[in-house]
């Protein structure tokens, strides 16, 4: 049964014929998921995690910076002037496989640090990224293994 209702859900979202197709999600939509039919609640399931989707987010400004990224916002793009130094710390908690990308359309020489965070899952990072450049149209790329709570580059 509720896999009728998510598949419902979906479809609504999509379907013309439930009405206007939603063009625009923010990844914030949810819904109550359980443990198959009958089973328990496990809580709300947004539709940002079953895209394995990543909010898109801009930033700038001058200066040393910090963003904590989250599960909902993990597209840290930098724009404009480079900042004298941007430290990101990774989600936490985080899903397994989740991803957080950090891109630039400005050199940032030697300054970007991304950071596994410890509370509340004891996350590490498989190989550190501290003081690095990202170079204007590229980015790095992590993923989260849930196994060994550890973040590991892709890219």
Do not use: H
């Not at 998510?6 to 206007?20: D, E, I, K, V």
């Not at 939603?22 to 914030?28: E, L």
């Not at 801009?58 to 840290?76: D, E, I, K, L, R």
């Amino acid at each position: 049964m509720r896999k009728l209702i998510l598949a419902g859900a979906l479809l609504a979202l999509t379907s013309p014929a439930f009405g206007q197709a939603a063009t625009n999600v923010s990844g914030n939509e949810c819904w109550n998921a359980g443990q198959g039919p009958g089973g328990p609640s496990t809580g709300a399931l947004c539709i940002n995690l079953v895209r394995n989707g990543q909010a898109f987010t801009t930033f700038s400004g001058s200066g040393a910076f910090t963003t904590v990224a989250t599960q909902a916002n993990s597209t840290m793009m930098w724009t404009g002037t480079a900042p004298t130094t941007w430290t990101i710390t990774l989600p936490n908690p985080a899903f397994d496989g989740e991803i957080v990308e950090v891109g630039t359309d400005t050199t940032l020489t030697t300054n970007v640090t991304v950071q596994a965070a410890t509370t509340p899952q004891n996350q590490t990072m498989a190989a550190t990224f501290t003081s690095q450049t990202v170079s204007a149209g590229s980015s790095a790329e992590f993923r989260f293994s849930y196994t060994s709570l550890k973040w590991w580059r892709m890219r």
